[in-house]
């Protein structure tokens, strides 16, 4: 409901009869909160997940080294905990993963407000970036190897190149597509360059944006792995592959269930970011 209705809407139901008043706004209340209906239905599908996944482990339809048992995972869990392991491993994971976003998303969004504001730069730029973007992950491993060794900046890197193009490919199409109607207003009112830029066409192209920086956080954890198997001692990454190499499968459902929490987690915030940014600036 607007600003406008909201008055008008008000003296409809003031000059309505009590009881015919009371019935209007009880229709409008909903028997069960929004939020909950999305707390609940969000979480009836992981549920049934753990229950079907505790079914087929009573019912033995799987062996303890193809599937173990939720409990089994958890004891996983708690066993690394008690050893002082696995909150060393969420940690380092994820500020490999927010470091390498921030420097990969920060440079995604300025060469692609670059390219998305100046057709010369898109053609300087684009082709061989688009060819850059076709590289898998893993080749990129033994040149970071060869060139940064195996310390933390080419797990950084690795994890930088993997948020980067997300959010330049969005912000560069969004700011190409800006209408031009819009920013010629934005002229005629003598707004230009950076001003331009921050009231006109950042503002219009706000939710690509954010999108965009939401799939470079996603990709950031995909690419975690992947960064990890660079001579990694530490991390989830390394628990998976160690947890492999030993035959630990509980330990390998544990790393992936808790990549799962991780990446929805840090989304969740971003979610958050996005609803601020929109208000503050649309």
């Known amino acids: 409901m607007t600003d406008r209705t909201a008055p008008a809407r008000a003296r409809v139901l003031a000059a309505m009869p009590l009881t015919r008043r009371r019935a209007v ?41 193809q599937l173990p048992s939720p409990w089994m995972v958890l004891g996983a869990g708690v066993e690394l905990i ?30 692609g407000a670059t390219t998305g504001l100046a057709r010369a730069w898109d053609v300087f730029f684009g082709s061989t970036l688009g060819a850059i973007r076709a590289v898998p992950s893993l080749a990129w ?36 597509h800006v209408d031009r109607q819009l920013v010629e207003a934005g002229r005629a009112f003598g707004l230009h360059g950076a001003r331009l830029f921050t009231t006109v066409q950042l503002p219009a192209v706000l939710p690509s944006v954010i999108s965009g920086l939401r799939l ?51 989304d969740a915030l971003l979610g958050v970011f996005e609803k601020w940014a929109i208000r503050r600036w649309t």
């Open 216 to 266: 470079a956080l996603a990709q950031s954890w995909l690419f975690l792995v992947a960064a990890e198997l660079i001579a990694s001692s530490t991390g989830l990454g390394f628990l998976l592959v160690d947890s492999q190499n030993n035959g630990r499968v509980d330990r390998i459902l544990l790393a992936i269930i808790l990549l799962a929490v991780l990446g929805k987690t840090t």
């Open 141 to 176: 491993v033994p040149l970071l190897i060869l060139w940064l060794k195996i310390g933390e900046e080419s797990k950084i890197t690795l994890i930088a190149i993997g948020a980067f193009f997300p959010v330049y490919t969005t912000v560069s199409a969004a700011l190409r």
């Open 25 to 65: 706004e009880t229709r409008r209340r909903p028997l069960i909160p929004r939020r909950l209906v999305r707390i609940v239905g969000g979480a009836a599908l992981p549920f049934a997940i753990l229950a079907a996944w505790q079914l087929t482990t009573s019912l033995r339809l799987f062996t303890i080294a």
């Open 82 to 111: 008690q050893r002082g392991l696995l909150g060393q491993y969420v940690a380092i994971s994820s500020q490999r993963v927010l470091v390498g976003f921030a420097v990969g998303a920060s440079l995604g969004l300025a060469l």
